[in-house]
């Protein structure tokens, strides 16, 4: 009986402090399992927000890119634009100068110039750009497209 009280008595003390070793360690464990899952869920929303920022870098890359592409295209245009129009300038130049080059030998009677001037019979000697070249009885006038009259103007396709 002896034995027994004290196999008891040893069961009780080493039950008891095996009970307290392993609630101690328990409690650590769950304590350390939650400081580790507070870990990863902070690393985890840290990797979804980095992940949210690349997603919007690529998608401001992509219509940075089509921009890039849109604005070439202008360019482009832009390019081809300035050339048609140097060809067509050109092209008016070229089709003004025959066209007051066909003006040549003509006699024009009875011309009145805006200031109130009055030629007669002023037979054209040369049409270019920067005006017009008459031979009238008193010799060689130069008048620039100034100062002609707006009908006169029209007439030597004068703006």
Not at 33 to 61: D, G, M, P, Y
Not at 130 to 147: F, I, N, Y
């Amino acid at each position: 009986m002896k034995n027994f009280i004290a196999l008891l008595i040893f069961a009780a003390i080493f039950g008891y402090a095996g009970w307290r070793y392993y609630s101690r360690d328990t409690v650590s464990w769950i304590k350390n399992v939650s400081e580790q899952t507070t870990a990863l869920e902070n690393k985890i929303l840290t990797q979804k927000a980095e992940l949210t920022a690349i997603t919007s870098a690529l998608e401001l890359q992509k219509k940075a890119n089509a921009s890039r592409q849109a604005l070439a295209i202008i360019n482009a245009r832009q390019k081809n634009l300035a050339t048609e129009k140097s060809a067509l300038l050109k092209e008016r130049q070229k089709t003004l100068s025959g066209s007051r080059q066909s003006l040549v030998g003509v006699v024009l009677t009875d011309v009145t110039l805006a200031d109130g001037r009055k030629l007669d019979k002023a037979r054209i000697i040369k049409v270019d750009d920067g005006g017009v070249s008459m031979a009238v009885a008193s010799g060689v006038l130069r008048v620039t497209p100034k100062e002609l009259t707006p009908e006169l103007r029209s007439y030597f396709s004068y703006p």
